[in-house]
């Protein structure tokens, strides 16, 4: 298959590389030409395990490609995804839905014949009907079937989740675009059949309740974490004990600083804008986004009660910024609120992240940053932990200890054991515990 992916970020260039080794002809296209230069000199946009290995096999293998141009792309391909980006629009938090369609009409002027053209972008309840619109009325003469097709990956693991997904959602009732990307998705078949066929608009929702089911899953338990403490109660073992019933299910039960990223806080608006637009207001993912904001910076005053109440002037070592492990993403992250509240109270903040730091210093660019934990630690009097990477799930918890001006840790993420950090001399603070 012949297949154009529109956008080389985070989604269109996993997408796109698992795609071509799969064994379909793919190009990437993005207008962003140094982006385009960097693909072709083998630097990746973004972080993920695995992605630059992966482009590399598949650009010498002759499966993929990246490029500028748009109309020479999209001429003879038999499917083009569309997948640029959607952030919430200033003001309403509604998508933003600019860059699709624009990708549309630059689509319609370059289309020779029978297309399927497929939204990959996250996007609201009836787009997909707008983008046939322009199509259709732009190119009456060409046979044009718009498709949904939502993606349900997470960074850090998203070459996996592609090529092993639990399942891969199509929204048409075209048959021939049903055949196409039915071709497309056919190298799954070998494992499972993990391919949903559904109504172009149910498939545009599912993608948006399931981010949302999320989300809430995350914040119910941080709500009941604050619950833990102030009964005496450790939420790590009632998540487990709430998880074990199948019909809760155990993952999105960890209590931290809450949720961010590039999915959950702009879906979840995107979402509630919707839900408000066709009157059908959906309350429980407004009360998840507004306890969700008001939780980051709960944690901010979570480690200046750590520090005392003479914490002006004091030093925090943050380690990690980014919302998640694996990832360079820094979108929503919990850590800018963190240390947004640290810097107004006029604590001083050392920061590390092993992937995270060049994508943090453009949001956060008064920060010190440091090469490694220890260096982070130094001369701190308080060391948190805000993202779970792996390199600090064993930190020489002496050599950290002797490395900072005082014994304190605020572990956001429950990494972890009370006892094992006591015993080397910490006062510690956990979440929910």
Not at 27 to 46: F, N, Q, Y
Not at 117 to 124: E, G, H, L, Q
Not at 163 to 176: A, E, F
Not at 292 to 298: I, L, P
């Amino acid at each position: 298959m012949r297949i154009v992916m529109i956008g080389s970020g985070y989604v269109g260039l996993v997408s796109g590389a698992c795609f071509a080794d799969f064994g379909h002809d793919v190009t990437c296209v993005d207008k962003d030409a140094s982006k385009i230069e960097a693909l072709h000199a083998g630097r990746m946009p973004i972080y993920e395990p695995g992605l630059d290995q992966l482009v590399a096999a598949n650009v010498a293998a002759g499966r993929l490609t990246f490029t500028t141009d748009l109309t020479a792309s999209v001429a003879n391909a038999d499917a083009i995804f569309i997948a640029v980006g959607t952030p919430a629009r200033r003001g309403d938090g509604h998508a933003d839905l600019s860059y699709v369609y624009a990708a549309t009409e630059e689509i319609a002027g370059a289309i020779t014949g029978p297309t399927v053209v497929v939204t990959k972008s996250t996007v609201p309840v009836g787009t997909g009907d707008a983008v046939e619109r322009i199509l259709r009325e732009k190119r009456p003469d060409v046979d044009v079937a718009v498709v949904s097709n939502p993606e349900f990956r997470r960074e850090g693991a998203a070459i996996g989740d592609f090529k092993r997904p639990d399942r891969v959602v199509i929204g048409t009732d075209d048959p021939r675009a049903r055949s196409v990307m039915q071709e497309v998705y056919r190298p799954l078949y070998l494992n499972d059949n993990p391919v949903m066929f559904t109504g172009r608009r149910t498939s545009e929702l599912i993608k948006y309740a399931a981010n949302a089911f999320l989300a809430t899953k995350i914040t119910f338990i941080n709500e009941i974490a604050d619950l833990c403490e102030a009964v005496g109660a450790d939420v790590k073992d009632v998540s487990r004990g709430i998880g074990l019933d199948n019909r809760i299910g155990r993952k999105f039960l960890h209590a931290g600083p809450g949720y961010g990223g590039s999915c959950f806080p702009k879906d979840t608006l995107a979402l509630l804008k919707t839900a408000d637009d066709f009157e059908s207001p959906i309350h429980i993912v407004d009360a998840v986004v507004k306890v969700n904001d008001a939780r980051k910076r709960k944690m901010g005053r979570k480690v200046l009660h750590a520090l005392g109440e003479d914490h002006r002037g004091k030093t925090v070592a943050l380690l990690g910024l980014t919302f998640k492990p694996n990832t360079d993403d820094m979108r929503d992250a919990p850590s800018i609120a963190i240390a947004q509240a640290l810097a107004d109270a006029g604590v001083m903040v050392r920061a590390h992240d092993p992937e995270g730091t060049e994508q943090a210093k453009k949001i956060m660019p008064d920060l010190t940053y440091c090469s490694d934990p220890y260096d982070a630690a130094q001369g701190a009097d308080a060391v948190v932990i805000v993202t779970e990477w792996d390199a600090f799930r064993a930190l020489d918890l002496r050599r950290l200890k002797d490395a900072m001006a005082a014994p304190v840790m605020v572990d956001l993420r429950n990494v972890y054991r009370r006892d094992a950090v006591e015993a080397v001399g910490f006062r510690y603070t956990a979440v929910g515990r």
